[in-house]
């Protein structure tokens, strides 16, 4: 089939270049020229385990990009892949999916025949039926329903791990009302659904929205509810891990997403929770829970803090901060934990160094002015304290670097250095 997505962020590119893999002619359109000529050289715009091989593979053949919109009027499925960033408010900011779907709805309405429209954005319920449609009519002067149809096919995709997780899904959920919709979008998968057995949701549009953030809203509880249990099992000096592996074999429970400590960030559960919490608001339901579950999360680097504070006084102290990225495998700063944390710190008066193998030069423009270390070992030589907040593998590797600290004070938020003799160690919820 021939495919085009609009927008060439993480998660256009890696559904571009996947789709190619499973045998489609796939363009990709964004305004960045850069990312278009990388595209076209077989290199992709983005760091994603797995990307650099599907696009050295297509790029330039199967897969191509350009600036140009029209080339979507040739395509049998259009998706929408643009940003839905977080407005002051909390809510979604559809400034930028909605001036793309104008542009796309112009050169659609020079189409022999119209494509199916997909939006792959995460957008709050009735966003699609809203805006969206609305949008691409009015600029098409065409009619959604007769002369053209639109889908919602969210996305499940983790950063670090976007390929694998598009190619081995636990699901793939497609929205509409419209039975050739369906099978446009069943023709398009098929090869993916043959080869994996994964299960197809055919549902509503409003729905598939609503999924999106389900999805979502239910992970960062689950964290937020594992973080709360763990931080009552750290005051009876219980091991919240071994908690966590017994209720995590009740298959009701099941054992992902149960590792408790600093809290979750990115550009996707705080984004999500809050957009939900917001779009609740609006229709005068106050969603109290998942309120709860965002004050659990804003609270854990404070508690990390508080655990640093029984043990040592850091102001004017060299202090370690371990990890920048909001999770390992990835160099995205977004909503990290390690920005409170580091906040925490200086409000303390200390002399933070950051480490992290890959984030530091992002955590550069939040935080100029700190010190970054090019190693861990530089990082604690001379600290009064380490602070753990990514779940980095080579921070559980840390042993003999440990005694060039002043005093070797490690406050651990992702239980992942192995704690020794001659440190004095201390697990957030352990
Ligand atoms: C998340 C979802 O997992 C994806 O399914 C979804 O598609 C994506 O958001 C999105 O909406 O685009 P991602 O943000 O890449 O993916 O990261 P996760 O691996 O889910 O981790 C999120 C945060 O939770 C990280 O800060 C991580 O450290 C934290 N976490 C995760 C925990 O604190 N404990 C856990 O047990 C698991």
Same mark, same amino acid.
Request: aromatic letters at 6%; a negative charge.
């Given at each position: 089939?021939?495919?085009?997505?609009?927008?060439?962020?993480?998660?256009?590119?890696?559904? *571009?270049?996947?789709?190619?893999?499973?045998?489609?002619?796939?363009?990709?359109?964004?305004?960045?020229?850069? *990312?278009?000529?990388?595209?076209?050289?077989?290199?992709? /715009?983005?760091?994603?385990?797995?990307?650099?091989?599907?696009?050295?593979?297509?790029?330039?053949?199967?897969?191509r990009?350009t600036?140009?919109?029209?080339?979507?009027?040739?395509?049998?499925?259009?998706?929408?892949?643009?940003?839905?960033?977080?407005?002051?408010?909390?809510?979604?900011?559809?400034?930028?999916?909605?001036?793309?779907?104008?542009?796309?709805?112009?050169?659609?309405?020079?189409?022999?025949?119209?494509?199916?429209?997909?939006?792959?954005?995460?957008?709050?319920?009735?966003?699609?039926?809203?805006e969206?449609?609305? *949008?691409?009519?009015?600029?098409?002067?065409?009619?959604?329903?007769?002369?053209?149809?639109?889908?919602?096919? /969210?996305?499940?995709?983790?950063?670090?791990?976007?390929?694998?997780?598009?190619?081995?899904?636990?699901?793939?959920?497609f929205?509409?009302?419209?039975?050739?919709?369906?099978e446009?979008?069943?023709?398009?998968?098929?090869?993916?659904?043959?080869?994996?057995?994964?299960?197809?949701?055919?549902?509503g549009?409003?729905?598939?929205?609503?999924?999106?953030?389900a999805?979502?809203?239910?992970?960062?509880?689950?964290?937020?509810?594992?973080?709360?249990?763990?931080?009552?099992?750290?005051?009876? &000096?219980?091991?919240?891990?071994?908690?966590?592996?017994?209720?995590?074999?009740?298959?009701?429970?099941?054992?992902?997403?149960?590792?408790s400590?600093?809290?979750?960030?990115?550009?996707?559960?705080?984004?999500?929770?809050?957009?939900?919490?917001?779009?609740?608001?609006?229709?005068g339901?106050?969603?109290?829970?998942?309120?709860?579950?965002?004050?659990?999360?804003?609270?854990?680097?404070?508690?990390l803090?508080?655990?640093?504070?029984?043990?040592?006084?850091?102001?004017?102290? =060299?202090?370690?901060?371990?990890?920048?990225?909001?999770?390992?495998?990835?160099?995205d700063?977004?909503?990290?934990?390690?920005? /409170?944390?580091?906040?925490?710190?200086?409000?303390?008066?200390a002399?933070?160094?950051g480490?992290?193998?890959?984030?530091a030069?992002?955590m550069?423009?939040?935080? #100029?002015?700190?010190?970054?270390?090019?190693?861990?070992?530089?990082?604690?030589? &001379?600290?009064?304290?380490?602070?753990?907040?990514?779940?980095?593998?080579?921070?559980?590797?840390?042993?003999?670097?440990?005694?060039?600290?002043?005093? #070797?004070?490690?406050v651990?938020?992702? =239980?992942?250095?192995?704690?020794?003799?001659?440190?004095?160690?201390?697990?957030?919820?352990?």
């Amino acid at each position: 089939m021939k495919v085009s997505v609009i927008g060439s962020g993480y998660v256009g590119t890696t559904l *571009a270049a996947c789709l190619a893999d499973l045998g489609h002619e796939v363009t990709n359109v964004d305004i960045d020229e850069d *990312a278009v000529a990388a595209i076209e050289d077989g290199v992709a /715009p983005i760091h994603e385990r797995g990307l650099d091989e599907l696009v050295a593979e297509y790029g330039g053949t199967r897969l191509r990009a350009t600036t140009d919109y029209a080339t979507a009027s040739k395509a049998n499925i259009v998706f929408i892949a643009l940003p839905t960033p977080t407005d002051e408010r909390g809510r979604i900011d559809t400034s930028i999916i909605t001036a793309g779907t104008e542009q796309l709805g112009e050169v659609l309405g020079e189409a022999e025949e119209m494509p199916l429209v997909v939006v792959k954005s995460t957008v709050t319920p009735g966003t699609t039926e809203r805006e969206l449609i609305p *949008a691409l009519e009015e600029t098409s002067g065409a009619t959604a329903g007769e002369e053209f149809d639109v889908a919602v096919n /969210p996305e499940f995709l983790r950063e670090g791990s976007a390929v694998s997780d598009f190619l081995h899904p636990d699901k793939v959920v497609f929205g509409a009302t419209a039975d050739r919709a369906f099978e446009t979008l069943d023709e398009l998968y098929d090869p993916l659904v043959a080869q994996t057995d994964t299960t197809v949701v055919r549902t509503g549009v409003r729905e598939a929205e609503m999924i999106k953030y389900a999805n979502n809203a239910f992970l960062a509880s689950k964290i937020s509810l594992i973080n709360e249990l763990g931080n009552i099992c750290k005051e009876f &000096g219980v091991d919240a891990y071994e908690v966590a592996d017994a209720i995590g074999l009740d298959e009701r429970i099941g054992s992902q997403f149960l590792r408790s400590g600093v809290g979750w960030g990115g550009s996707c559960f705080p984004k999500d929770v809050a957009a939900l919490i917001a779009a609740a608001r609006e229709t005068g339901y106050e969603p109290e829970l998942l309120e709860a579950v965002v004050g659990v999360n804003d609270r854990q680097p404070e508690r990390l803090l508080s655990l640093l504070d029984d043990h040592v006084d850091v102001e004017g102290e =060299r202090v370690a901060v371990l990890g920048l990225a909001f999770k390992s495998g990835t160099d995205d700063v977004r909503s990290s934990r390690a920005i /409170p944390t580091i906040e925490g710190l200086l409000n303390r008066g200390a002399d933070v160094v950051g480490y992290d193998p890959v984030a530091a030069e992002n955590m550069r423009a939040q935080f #100029p002015d700190i010190e970054y270390a090019e190693s861990a070992a530089d990082a604690l030589d &001379g600290a009064i304290a380490a602070v753990v907040v990514t779940d980095w593998d080579e921070f559980a590797a840390l042993d003999g670097e440990f005694d060039a600290m002043k005093r #070797p004070v490690v406050v651990d938020g992702r =239980r992942i250095v192995e704690p020794r003799d001659g440190i004095e160690y201390e697990g957030l919820t352990w």
